[in-house]
Nanobody, 124 residues
Framework: QVQLVESGGGLVQAGGSLRLSCAAS????????MGWFRQAPGKEREFVAS????????RYADSVKGRSTMFRDNAKNTVYLQMNSLKPEDTAVYYC?????????????????WGQGTQVTVSS
């Protein structure tokens, strides 16, 4: 069992930056592939970024590639999403998910555990 808690969201102007955090409790965090997804009002949840549990590359959606960096600190049981050059279309609730021994998956169905989400609002 893994509990996930996101933080770091907020209101920011276009062009600004935010760093989202996802803190995990429970055992064996390093054995989980982790992902960030987002959901805007009236839209389906979409993939943002993911990082594998072991070796492999981090994966990004085209919409955030080059503007975002996902990384993990297994000693702190935390994953991060650094987002730069934010745009109004980045406005959404951001969720992190955990997938047991998965690579960098873009499929929400691969993730077993989810956090409650953190709101990101980008004003123009």
């Amino acid at each position: 069992q893994v509990q996930l808690v996101e933080s770091g969201g907020g209101l920011v102007q276009a062009g600004g930056s935010l760093r989202l955090s996802c803190a995990a409790s429970g055992r064996a965090f390093s054995n989980y592939g982790m992902g960030w997804f987002r959901q805007a009002p009236g839209k389906e949840r979409e993939f943002v970024a993911s990082i594998p549990w072991s070796v492999g590359n981090t994966r990004y959606a085209d919409s955030v590639k080059g503007r975002s960096t996902m990384f993990r600190d297994n000693a702190k049981n935390t994953v991060y999403l650094q987002m730069n050059s934010l745009k109004p279309e980045d406005t959404a609730v951001y969720y992190c998910g955990a997938a047991w021994r998965k690579g960098a998956s873009a499929r929400s169905s691969d993730y077993t555990y989810w956090g409650q989400g953190t709101q990101v609002t980008v004003s123009s």
